[in-house]
């Protein structure tokens, strides 16, 4: 089986693509910028908004992992948009099966970004096509990537009413690629981190992994998106979890010596996917999900 992958290079996309390779899928991967391919993983040009590339992207493919999203900060343009187009092509090449990752409280809570991930959601159940949705808490390097970004500050307020249920990357990609074992569920599904866990404690922890001192003064963070996570509406109680916490993923064990492809063939350490930190993307588009800045093709 051949599965396109788009947001490739975003944080679940490295971890995905290795993921897929792994269980011994043929990966074709989308991108804006262009790069060389290797043994494992077809690398090909293409624009989700503009179409351009689309159609030899998804030429002889047999489903699509559609990971590419501008997060909170980009409008839309790629879940609603590029959504539309992507489908638009999938009918055209005949792919049966298109498995969409999404966001835990999409359909409970459309707010801000996650009204566009509800849109997306909704385009594909009515797309005609074989679909499967997949809505996910946030990740652990995710969030990760947010505290660092605050740490400049002297302080870090935290509004400890709030529940976080952060899950790894790592744990999601596994999970999707299992999905495309039993072809389209036509179905949204739900996928968690392991425990709930207050700002103050997610916030402390962090702090004391990355050797930070800094004041916590108790603040009531604003805004509709903020009230429905207090109310406990992007948290999930599906089945299966994932296994690694907060705590577990600051504080890992020391790696064991493995020949075990996924920790050998991830992305260079200077991919976006592992400095996400370095890639101008993340201003440009808003997100952690592989939707790069636009190139000349």
Same mark, same amino acid.
């Given at each position: 089986?051949?599965?396109?992958?788009?947001?490739?290079?975003?944080?679940?996309?490295?971890?995905?693509?290795?993921?897929?390779?792994?269980e011994?899928?043929?990966?074709?991967?989308?991108?804006?910028?262009?790069?060389?391919?290797?043994? !494992?993983?077809?690398?090909?040009?293409?624009?989700?908004?503009?179409?351009?590339?689309?159609?030899? /992207?998804?030429?002889?493919?047999d489903?699509? /992992?559609?990971?590419?999203?501008s997060?909170?900060?980009?409008? +839309?343009?790629?879940?609603?948009?590029?959504?539309?187009? =992507?489908?638009?092509?999938?009918?055209?090449?005949?792919?049966? !099966? #298109?498995?969409?990752?999404?966001?835990?409280?999409?359909?409970?809570?459309?707010?801000?970004?996650?009204? !566009?991930?509800?849109?997306?959601?909704?385009l594909?159940?009515?797309?005609? =096509?074989?679909w499967?949705?997949?809505?996910?808490?946030?990740?652990?390097?995710?969030?990760?990537?947010? #505290?660092k970004?605050?740490?400049?500050?002297?302080?870090?307020p935290?509004?400890?009413?709030?529940?976080?249920?952060?899950? !790894?990357?790592?744990?999601? /990609? /596994?999970?999707?690629?299992?999905l495309?074992? +039993? @072809?389209? #569920?036509?179905?949204?599904?739900?996928?968690? @981190?392991?425990?709930?866990?207050?700002t103050?404690?997610?916030?402390?922890?962090?702090?004391?992994?990355?050797?930070?001192?800094?004041?916590?003064?108790?603040?009531?963070?604003?805004?509709?998106?903020?009230?429905?996570q207090?109310?406990?509406? #992007? =948290?999930?109680?599906?089945?299966?979890? @994932?296994?690694?916490?907060?705590?577990?993923?600051?504080?890992?064990?020391?790696?064991?010596?493995?020949?075990?492809?996924?920790?050998?063939?991830?992305?260079?350490?200077?991919?976006?996917?592992?400095?996400?930190e370095?890639?101008?993307?993340?201003?440009?588009? @808003?997100?952690?999900?592989?939707?790069?800045?636009?190139?000349?093709?």
């Amino acid at each position: 089986m051949r599965i396109l992958v788009t947001g490739a290079t975003g944080t679940l996309g490295g971890a995905l693509v290795p993921a897929l390779v792994k269980e011994g899928y043929q990966v074709r991967a989308l991108s804006r910028a262009k790069r060389d391919s290797t043994a !494992h993983v077809e690398w090909i040009w293409g624009d989700l908004v503009s179409g351009k590339g689309l159609d030899e /992207a998804l030429r002889e493919v047999d489903a699509i /992992a559609h990971l590419a999203t501008s997060g909170p900060r980009g409008r +839309g343009v790629v879940d609603v948009p590029g959504t539309r187009m =992507l489908i638009a092509a999938a009918h055209a090449a005949g792919v049966p !099966h #298109l498995l969409f990752t999404s966001v835990v409280g999409s359909d409970r809570a459309a707010v801000g970004y996650l009204a !566009h991930k509800l849109e997306a959601e909704r385009l594909i159940a009515e797309s005609g =096509l074989g679909w499967t949705v997949l809505r996910a808490t946030p990740f652990h390097q995710s969030l990760d990537r947010r #505290l660092k970004d605050f740490s400049a500050l002297p302080a870090l307020p935290v509004d400890r009413s709030l529940p976080w249920q952060p899950v !790894h990357s790592g744990e999601v /990609a /596994a999970r999707v690629a299992g999905l495309f074992a +039993g @072809g389209p #569920l036509r179905t949204e599904i739900e996928y968690g @981190g392991p425990q709930v866990i207050d700002t103050e404690e997610l916030v402390k922890t962090w702090l004391r992994a990355r050797d930070l001192r800094r004041p916590c003064p108790p603040v009531r963070y604003p805004g509709r998106l903020y009230a429905a996570q207090r109310a406990g509406d #992007l =948290l999930t109680d599906a089945t299966p979890k @994932g296994e690694i916490t907060w705590h577990d993923y600051l504080f890992p064990p020391p790696p064991d010596p493995s020949d075990d492809f996924a920790s050998e063939h991830t992305a260079s350490p200077t991919s976006p996917a592992n400095q996400p930190e370095y890639d101008p993307d993340l201003h440009v588009y @808003g997100g952690d999900e592989g939707y790069e800045r636009p190139t000349r093709g």
